[in-house]
């Protein structure tokens, strides 16, 4: 059997599911083992690398192509 066809059965079984807390538990399963996917995929930043963030930040402020805190604060606002 496929993952496509896996997929189609799981769904299924997760249709005929009536019991609440089973499928709060499924969704908690599901947040942890997309989060310990996401964590297994970070990789620590080089001290190299990170010289040349600062490097670049330091470049951004002195060309001007940075905002201020309260300009940002009213850009998020409009996110929502």
Do not use: C, Y
Not at 2 to 30: G, H, M, P, Y
Not at 33 to 54: C, D, G, V, Y
């Amino acid at each position: 059997m496929n993952i496509q066809a896996r997929k189609l059965v799981l769904i299924e079984e997760f249709i005929r599911i009536s019991d609440e807390s089973l499928i709060t538990k499924l969704e908690s399963l599901i947040r942890q083992e997309k989060k310990a996917i996401h964590e297994r995929k970070l990789t620590p930043m080089s001290m190299n690398e990170l010289h040349q963030m600062i490097d670049q930040a330091k470049q951004d402020s002195v060309e001007g192509h940075v905002i201020s805190h309260q300009e940002m604060k009213k850009k998020v606002k409009t996110w929502q």
